[in-house]
């Protein structure tokens, strides 16, 4: 299983929840919560906090108008809004299940996160002759979501590769089936201590903990 594992992280069309459910099995072998957490996380979306890799950090944009002129998909000042304690506004949190994030990058639509219509009084402050904020979103680029999907894959052979580190070929496939006390200890160092420093990265400032999807303006 795991050089299946290994396989399947090298060849980008092999599912990556394959390779989650593999590793689910390995976690439950292993008795780790810290490994099982992070798949289980990744399967279903995340509740709470969200690895920094799942941030993205978006450009505030919309239409502004007043009572002779209109013009849309303009790019929104910002600087003010950390007055307002929303300086992070911009920031869209991808808390999905990994088959949701799949789906993303398949669609033909682009996306953005809405911005609530009650923030466009502030968002209006900056602007003269009488022009306020009527829309505002976050548009979102797929490739991003793309490099989420790529970075989970990145980093799960990194951690395949610390294992290797350890153990040889006979003994990792024995950490799927049989391991032993001492093999749970070790590895589970090593598992241990990859997850918190590559997983784990989830930056406590931002304020938005969801968003949502639509198809562009």
């Not at 990556?16 to 399967?43: C, M």
């Not at 052979?157 to 040889?168: P, S």
């Not at 590895?187 to 949502?212: A, L, M």
Request: net charge negative.
């Amino acid at each position: 299983m795991y050089n299946e594992i290994l396989s399947g992280l090298t060849t980008t069309s092999y599912p990556l929840e394959d390779i989650l459910l593999k590793l689910k099995v390995l976690a439950h072998k292993l008795k780790n919560k810290e490994l099982t957490d992070f798949v289980n996380s990744e399967l279903n979306g995340y509740e709470d906090d969200v690895p920094s890799y799942r941030i993205y950090n978006g450009h505030l944009t919309g239409t502004v108008e007043n009572l002779v002129c209109r013009r849309t998909k303009i790019a929104l000042p910002y600087l003010h809004l950390k007055e307002h304690g929303l300086e992070n506004l911009g920031q869209c949190i991808f808390s999905e299940k990994i088959s949701t994030l799949i789906e993303y990058t398949k669609s033909d639509n682009n996306m953005h996160k809405p911005i609530p219509p009650e923030l466009y009084n502030i968002l209006s402050e900056p602007f003269e002759n009488n022009f306020v904020v009527t829309n505002a979103y976050v548009p979102i680029d797929k490739a991003f979501i793309a490099g989420i999907l790529s970075s989970i894959r990145a980093k799960l052979l990194d951690l395949m590769f610390a294992m290797e580190n350890e153990f040889d070929t006979t003994e990792l496939e024995n950490l799927f089936q049989n391991p032993t006390k001492e093999q749970q200890d070790k590895v589970n160092s090593v598992i241990n201590k990859f997850i918190q420093n590559n997983f784990n990265s989830y930056d406590g400032s931002t304020q938005n903990t969801k968003i949502e999807l639509e198809t562009d303006k």
